[in-house]
């Protein structure tokens, strides 16, 4: 009998996940290879300027946040990462693959105030652009992104570009940011 998405496989079998779909998440005329599952967008991690993949079908139990930070930033940038500490990861194509470790850091997001996040450390293609990639440095789930009122976005421009991104309320005086792909 073949599993359901609500049904855990046995190990090593694959198996389809039950995907959440972003509200009002855009669809870039690049196609989704371009942005690989999100825009791209500017972040601090512990005051150094990072990249943050925002990933709509990266989700969790609802219970926690799900982030990943690649291994060569933390490496880099001296950040401590606890080895003892590692999770077996679902991944899209219904693989599991084992995190390296987990690590603390302080994330600023635009305007937003800076809060400690805790990642789970582990390799994603094509890798942190701290080695010349055109990777990213953290990827950010849909849980962590619906937990703080954020979602993926777009805007025309009065060019009629359009600007994907990560868009956010305001906490002073209503209206939203939006922070766009770079």
Known sequence: AASSSADPAPHGEAWLRKQHPTILAPIHPDGLQRFQAGPIVPVLLNDLGATAMLDSGF?????????????EFCALHNIHIDASSKSRVALADGTVSNTLATASMQ???????????????????????????????????????????????HE???????????????????????IPDI
């Open 156 to 178: 025309r421009g009065s060019d009629g570009v359009i600007t994907p991104g990560l868009r956010f309320p305001n906490r002073s005086g209503g209206g939203h940011t939006l």
């Open 107 to 153: 994330l600023q997001v635009g305007s937003r105030r800076p809060e400690t996040i805790f990642m789970k450390v582990m390799h994603m293609p094509p890798g942190s652009p701290v080695n010349g990639g055109e990777g990213f440095d953290i990827l950010l789930g849909f849980t962590w992104m619906l937990n703080r009122e954020m979602s993926l976005w």
């Open 59 to 71: 989700t969790s139990n609802f219970a926690a946040d799900y982030c990943i930070v690649q291994p």
